[in-house]
C-alpha cells in the first residue's frame, strides 16, 4: 500500500492538507507583510529552535507534562463521582450544583494567584488548576448522561428486580460513556491549558514559565516553539482519548 492510499484509506488526507494550507498561509504572510523575525518566525525556523534548543524544552515540558496529567485524572475523577452523588441524592444536586456553577463563572486567572499563594510555587497550585478547568465540563456531562435513562427503562429494572447498584452499573454507567468522552477531550485539550495559566503566576520550570521567560527575552524562535511543543502535547493527549473512545465503545458503531 503506497503512502497516499494509506492516507486516503485513514482519512487523514484532509487534516494533513489543512495544516499545509495554514503553513502556506504563514508564510504568505511573513512573506507578504515583510515580518520580522523577532515578532514572528518562518515555520523552518521554528522547527530549527525546536531541533537546537531540544534539551530546554523537554526540561520544561517534562513539568508540564506532569501537571496537566495529574490535573486531568483528578478533575475528572472528583467530577465522575460527584456526579454520581447528585444523580442518587436529588438534594445534593440542587443544594451544591448551583455553587459548582457559580464557582466555574469565576476566571481561573483570578484564582491562579491565590492557589499559589496557598500551595506556594510547586506542582501544587498547577495540578488544582487544572484539574478545576477539567472539573466543570466533565460534571455537566456525567449528570446528562446519567440521567438520560429513560422511565421506562428505569421501569424495566425494577421488573427485573434489579437494585440500584445493578442499574447503576448495567444501565447509567453504559448509557453515559458517550457524555463521559465527549467531556474527556474537552478536558485533554484545556487541562494543558490549566497547566501552562499556572505556570504563568508562578514558576521556575515549565512550557508556561519557558514561554513568559521567550516573550520578555524577544526570543521568538523559542517563544513559538514552546507553543508548538505544548500543542503537541494538547494534540498527543485528545488522540489517545479519541482512540481509548473507539475502544471502549465499538458497541455503539
Not at 76 to 101: C, D, G, K, Q, T
Request: glycine share 6%.
Amino acid at each position: 500500500m503506497t503512502f497516499l492510499a494509506w492516507l486516503r484509506r485513514s482519512g487523514l488526507q484532509w487534516p494533513l492538507l489543512g495544516g499545509l494550507s495554514i503553513l502556506a498561509l504563514w508564510y504568505l504572510v511573513i512573506i507578504v507583510f515583510d515580518v520580522q523575525e523577532y515578532i514572528a518566525p518562518t515555520p523552518h525556523q521554528v522547527i530549527q529552535v525546536i531541533i537546537d534548543q531540544a534539551d530546554l524544552l523537554l526540561l520544561n515540558a517534562t513539568p508540564t507534562i506532569q501537571e496537566c496529567l495529574s490535573g486531568f485524572f483528578l478533575g475528572n475523577s472528583l467530577a465522575v463521582l460527584i456526579a454520581i452523588i447528585f444523580v442518587h441524592n436529588r438534594m445534593a444536586e440542587r443544594m451544591y450544583y448551583p455553587i459548582a456553577v457559580l464557582f466555574n463563572t469565576i476566571p481561573i486567572i483570578a484564582i491562579s494567584p491565590i492557589l499559589v499563594l496557598i500551595f506556594g510555587l510547586g506542582m501544587a497550585p498547577k495540578i488544582i488548576i487544572a484539574a478545576i478547568i477539567c472539573f466543570f465540563p466533565t460534571l455537566v456531562n456525567m449528570i446528562r448522561g446519567f440521567s438520560s435513562v429513560s422511565e421506562n427503562e428505569l421501569e424495566l429494572m425494577r421488573i427485573l428486580s434489579a437494585n440500584r447498584r445493578e442499574i447503576f452499573f448495567k444501565l447509567r454507567l453504559p448509557r453515559s460513556l458517550p457524555f463521559l468522552f465527549s467531556a474527556l477531550r474537552i478536558a485533554s485539550t484545556t487541562s494543558v491549558i490549566g497547566a501552562i495559566v499556572g505556570e504563568w503566576i508562578g514558576a521556575n520550570l515549565g512550557l508556561g514559565a519557558l514561554i513568559i521567560q521567550a516573550t520578555f527575552n524577544y526570543r521568538s524562535g523559542l517563544l513559538y516553539a514552546s507553543i508548538l511543543v505544548s500543542s503537541l502535547i494538547a494534540i498527543t493527549l485528545f488522540t489517545i482519548v479519541v482512540l481509548l473512545e473507539k475502544r471502549f465503545l465499538r458497541w455503539q458503531s
